[in-house]
């Protein structure tokens, strides 16, 4: 259990520093500065199928769907980052039509109502979803932040993942909660 703790928290740690090295120093973090670097680092602990890409320098896209809780928190996240050779660009997308070739999606809360549509819309794509919308991850998005006790925990549809032809580090899994989707509407 130790182990499984020290996990995530490396990877939190590692989050929050790049968070002061990005000119936050000497005020704490905001909880979206925080989920922010997560979603960056998620990029680092998912495997995309080699098709996900269709030229080595393409740029590796993280999307936001819907309001944008982050402001600028993610652009200075990913600013001057690579995957491999893919340049990190954030696009931001007010409903699923908009979304194209995209490596990471968050889809904000904002687009409750509609995840059931945003989820087949995406259906059999190499494309991690990711969201803090209450039950998400039984719902079928992969990863969902959840908040208890003032910390944020991750629960992870490896089932999903697999579906959209994702592999997700066991790194990133110890620490999460597992947990399955239930059949869509």
């Not at 990029?43 to 309001?67: D, M, N, Y």
């Not at 990190?88 to 549509?117: H, K, M, T, W």
């Not at 989820?119 to 991690?128: Q, V």
């Not at 006790?149 to 999903?160: A, F, K, M, P, Y």
Request: with cysteine.
């Amino acid at each position: 259990m130790a182990i499984l703790r020290g996990t995530l928290r490396t990877l939190l740690c590692g989050a929050l520093c790049m968070v002061f090295l990005r000119g936050a120093c000497g005020e704490a973090p905001t909880e979206y500065q925080v989920k922010a670097v997560f979603v960056y680092n998620f990029s680092h602990f998912v495997e995309w199928p080699p098709q996900a890409f269709t030229a080595p320098t393409e740029p590796f896209i993280i999307g936001i769907l819907g309001r944008d809780p982050f402001g600028a928190r993610l652009d200075e996240a990913v600013r001057g980052e690579q995957i491999d050779q893919h340049p990190l660009l954030i696009r931001r997308f007010r409903n699923v039509g908009e979304v194209g070739a995209c490596q990471i999606l968050y889809i904000d809360s904002s687009e409750s109502a509609e995840l059931p549509q945003i989820l087949a819309a995406l259906d059999h794509r190499s494309t991690l979803t990711v969201s803090e919308l209450a039950g998400a991850s039984e719902r079928g998005v992969m990863i969902q932040f959840a908040t208890e006790n003032n910390r944020i925990r991750l629960r992870i549809n490896v089932e999903s993942a697999r579906a959209a032809g994702l592999t997700i580090s066991s790194k990133l899994l110890r620490p999460a909660e597992i947990v399955g989707a239930h059949p869509r509407d």
